[in-house]
Each structure stands twice: as C-alpha cells, then as structure tokens.
C-alpha cells in the first residue's frame, strides 16, 4: 500500500483511467498496470481495449506499442515521429489557453468534453493526436504513470515550472506536481513560456 525503500516495490491498477470517457461509449480509455520504486517508474503498461492496442514501457530502456494479440516481446519500439499541433489541458488549466491559440489547437477536458464527440486525452500522446499536454497534478495510477511512458519514448516531461521531476517517494497522495508533457523543445518552450506568463 505505501512506496517503500529501493527495491520494494509498489504495484498500482487503474481498471477505468477515462472513466466518463468509457461510460459515454468512446473508445480511448484504458487499463493501466504500473511498478513504482522509490525514485520512479520501473514500468507502465496501458492496455486500450477498444483500440485494439497496448503501450508499455520500461525504466531506461524505451516504449513500446503492439495489438492485444502480441506478446511484450514481439511489440514495436515507440516512434512518435510525427504529431498534430494540438495540446491538452488537463482541470483547471484553462488559464494558459488564450497563450497557445495561435499555434495550436487547444483542447481543454474542463470546456471542451462532449458525450457524443470523442476528443483526445492523454493518451493521445501516443498516437500522434497530441504535441503536448499540461496536466495540474500527475495522479501516480494514471497522468503520471502516461507520462513516463511518453519519456521513455522520448519525449520531454518536466514540472510546471520546467524542473526534473522530484523522486516519487517525496510526493505526497500519490501524486506528483504538474506535469508538461512536450514532444519537442519548442512545443516544451512553448508550454513552459505560457505557465511563467500565467504565474507572473
């Protein structure tokens, strides 16, 4: 139940990360199974069952992508080579959209969910859908856990304020501290530029 020493490792399940997204019908929910050091994310499987597709990654050692029907050795390494000009915001960051307009396509959870329209979530990060996202707080089950997925694939990953990530063991409620997520240093320029704007 609690992150341990190194070496003690803790095992978290999120059955449902999209929950309402699930309950409306859409497909881009998942599963996500994740082991915890002390210090970071050893590994992170998200399985989406409706896409037919799974996302794993191991600490130090790249992502990967496969179908359902393929085993952890026979999945692709991750190569996000090209992605949309879209960024997500996560609750309550709606504040740097107007900064971010006019270069990209803004989709803001809080305003922008439909029940009857799909639009991405984090998890768009892997398809390509997304260039970036700005979550308030990465819950360790979930954002966070996505997050270290996106890193491993190569994409960057800093706090709000464009600091290293702090050692999951200084976080407190399983969670860490706001998260941009970047697939590039301009977009994570870009992101970062707008936090500072809104902060002063």
């Known amino acids: 139940m609690e992150l ?3 070496g003690d490792y803790l095992v978290t399940l999120d059955p449902i990360d999209g929950t309402k997204f699930y309950m409306d019908g859409h497909s881009n929910y998942q599963i996500i199974l994740s082991i915890l050091n002390s210090d970071d994310f050893e590994a ?13 990654a191991l600490r130090g050692e790249g992502a990967f992508t496969g179908t359902l ?17 879209s960024i997500l915001l996560g609750w309550g960051m709606n504040s740097i959209a107007p900064l971010l307009k006019d270069r990209y396509k803004v989709i803001d959870i809080a305003t922008d969910y439909s029940s009857d329209i799909e639009i991405s979530n ?10 970036g ?9 979930d954002s966070a856990a ?18 290293t990530l702090p050692p999951l063991h200084t976080c407190e409620n399983y969670t860490t501290p706001g998260l941009i997520v970047a697939a590039s240093k301009s977009v994570h320029q870009d992101l970062l530029s707008a936090m500072q704007s809104v902060a002063v």
């Open 122 to 131: 984090l998890n768009g990060i892997f398809s390509g859908d997304l260039s």
């Open 133 to 141: 996202a700005v979550i308030k707080s990465g819950k360790f089950i």
């Open 44 to 56: 992170v499987i998200a399985i989406s069952p409706a896409q037919n597709v799974y996302f794993y």
């Open 146 to 163: 996505l997050a270290f997925i996106a890193k491993e694939a190569g994409w960057i990953v800093t706090t709000l304020d464009g600091s």
């Open 69 to 85: 029907d393929m085993s952890l050795e026979t999945c692709a390494p991750l190569h996000i080579t090209s992605v949309k000009p």
């Open 4 to 6: 341990g020493l190194e």
